[in-house]
């Protein structure tokens, strides 16, 4: 069964810094996508940056970009210029060619100002 | 428009109790899904359906029925409610990924989650 791993309880992160948020998986796949998602306390699950693992280039999204390392099946998530709004529960998913989301189990990420 | 709505957002009820959540979605997906988020925030699939067909049906008591009228709903039925059912459950929906084609978005909408507690 593939599963994810987040290593990373608990992260904290001053205001304009940049962090990085930890992911591994296991698969036996060669193609597949990869995800993170944002929970605020809001708890709406917020699609934050996806990446396909048949793509070389590492995906960005604004201040948010991805190091996705296939060999070493890891796949990291950068929030530079970090923000006050950007505190919350971030998960790492997994999805192979089939239709189901394998979560990781969440790391909170706490903004001091 | 809301893309995945699901009803209620907060679900309060005395053990023993039946109760269903509804979900609908305007974003023509074929896959509907229900995940169900415990208290220690660890997601986890329970159902999916493709165009109103069970496709995936994880280790869940069978007191856990979802029903697919059509492809834009799928509803979770509940019956005899447990003090561990407390959760919060995500509907959520997709496009299919079974075909061969790569969709053009192959992420997940998830509704905004519906808070049950049993007492």
């Known amino acids: 069964a593939q599963t994810v791993t987040q290593s990373q309880p608990e992260m904290s992160v001053q205001e304009a810094e940049t962090v990085t948020l930890s992911c591994t998986y296991d698969?036996?796949?060669?193609?597949?996508?990869l995800f993170w998602y944002k929970q605020p306390p809001s708890r709406q699950m917020i699609l934050v940056i996806r990446?396909?693992?048949?793509?070389?280039q590492n995906a960005t999204e604004n201040r948010f970009s991805v190091n996705f390392q296939k060999a070493a099946k890891s796949f990291s998530l950068k929030i530079s210029d970090s923000q006050l709004g950007d505190a919350a529960m971030y998960f790492c998913?997994?999805?192979?060619?089939?239709?189901?989301?394998?979560f990781g189990a969440g790391t909170i990420l706490r903004v001091k100002s | 428009d809301t893309a995945v709505s699901q009803t209620p957002k907060y679900l309060v009820t005395q053990m023993g109790n039946d109760k269903s959540i509804k979900c609908e979605q305007n974003?023509?997906?074929?896959?509907m899904y229900w995940y169900k988020q415990d208290s220690k925030k660890f997601l986890k699939i329970m159902f999916s359906?493709?165009?109103?067909?069970?496709?995936i049906n994880e280790t869940v008591p069978n007191r856990f029925s979802p029903k697919s009228p059509d492809k834009a709903h799928l509803n979770l039925h509940i019956n005899s409610l447990e003090l561990g059912d407390s959760a919060v459950y995500f509907c959520?929906?997709?496009?299919?990924?079974?075909?061969?084609?790569?969709?053009?978005?192959?992420?997940?909408?998830f509704g905004s989650g519906t808070r049950l507690t049993v007492v």
């Open positions: 959520a929906s997709s496009q299919d990924l079974t075909r061969f084609e790569t969709a053009l978005n192959y992420g997940y909408t």
């Open positions: 698969t036996s796949e060669s193609d597949y996508y």
């Open positions: 990446q396909e693992a048949y793509k070389q």
């Open positions: 998913a997994y999805r192979e060619y089939g239709n189901k989301l394998v």
């Open positions: 974003l023509g997906h074929d896959t």
């Open positions: 359906y493709n165009n109103k067909e069970l496709i």
